[in-house]
Structures are given as structure tokens and as C-alpha cells.
């Protein structure tokens, strides 16, 4: 069976588009989702695309790539990057490699952007790239 990479997306990536373009750009999830799964097809994969603005769905959906034996995730979690402790205990509860995924560079952001949960368990980290940071990271998964 063909290999199954999740991209899941955390709070306010529904507005990508509209949403702070000067940081985020103008591409939608929309837009973003069709480009991985362009991609995806060249390199063989299959594509679980999903957004929730809550916490408890993206912990659900990381358990759920485990249960389906996921090849990896692609994990935006948006701000709940630098707050979550339940995102941080279900990735390391879960042996699917994540690969963290920012569209800006957090880094170079407000200092409350510093830290993340999710880069204490993930196994690589996208960022900066805009849209194009989950089609670098998407290569990056499917190379795992
Ligand atoms: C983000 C960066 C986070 O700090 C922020 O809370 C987001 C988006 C990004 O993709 O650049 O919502 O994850």
C-alpha cells in the first residue's frame, strides 16, 4: 500500500489567504493543500490534509497517524506550537516521525514565539519558507 503522510494545520490556518498576508502570504490552505498533494503524487505518496482550531483534534489526528501506521506528519500547530503540552506528550506517545512546519520563521518573531513544544519531539523542523515550507518538508518525510 502506498504510504500515507498526514499534514495536519492548528488554529487560524483556515484564514491563510486573508490572514496577515505580510507574514503569511496570500496563498490559502486551499491552495497549500493542492500543492502538496501535487507534490505528493510525483513522490509516491498518499495525503491525510486537515485543519482544526482546536487542540484536542490535532492530538485526536496525531493518535489516528499512528493507528494507520502514517509514514510521518507534517505538523503546523500554529500557536499552539508554543503552548502545548498535550501536542508535545502526543508526539512523543506516537512512533510516526513529525516534522514541525512554519510557514513564518518563529524565531526571528516575538519573543513568545521562541520556544516550541512541538520541536521538543519532532524530528525536523521546516520554516520561513512560506507555502513552499511544506513542500520542503514534504520531501523531507517521504526521503524518511
Ligand atoms: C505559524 C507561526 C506561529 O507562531 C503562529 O502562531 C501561527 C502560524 C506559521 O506557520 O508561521 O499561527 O505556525
Do not use: C
Request: aromatic share 6%; proline share 3%; net charge neutral.
Amino acid at each position: 500500500m502506498q504510504p500515507v503522510v498526514y499534514v495536519l494545520n492548528g488554529p487560524n490556518l483556515n484564514l491563510l489567504g486573508t490572514r496577515e498576508p505580510a507574514i503569511y502570504g496570500r496563498d490559502t490552505l486551499a491552495d497549500i493543500e493542492a500543492n502538496v498533494r501535487a507534490q505528493a503524487k510525483g513522490l509516491g505518496v498518499g495525503i491525510e490534509f486537515r485543519q482544526s482550531n482546536h487542540e484536542g483534534a490535532l492530538v485526536d489526528w496525531l493518535h489516528e497517524a499512528q493507528a494507520n501506521r502514517a509514514k510521518a506528519v507534517l505538523l503546523n500547530a500554529a500557536a499552539y506550537t508554543h503552548t502545548s503540552i498535550a501536542l508535545l506528550d502526543a508526539i512523543k506517545a506516537i512512533s510516526v516521525p513529525v516534522i514541525e512546519v512554519h510557514l513564518s520563521d518563529p524565531s526571528t518573531r516575538e519573543a513568545f514565539r521562541h520556544h516550541s513544544y512541538v520541536g521538543m519531539g519532532a524530528v525536523a523542523e521546516v520554516k520561513g519558507l512560506g507555502a513552499d515550507s511544506y513542500l520542503v518538508a514534504l520531501k523531507k518525510a517521504a526521503a524518511l
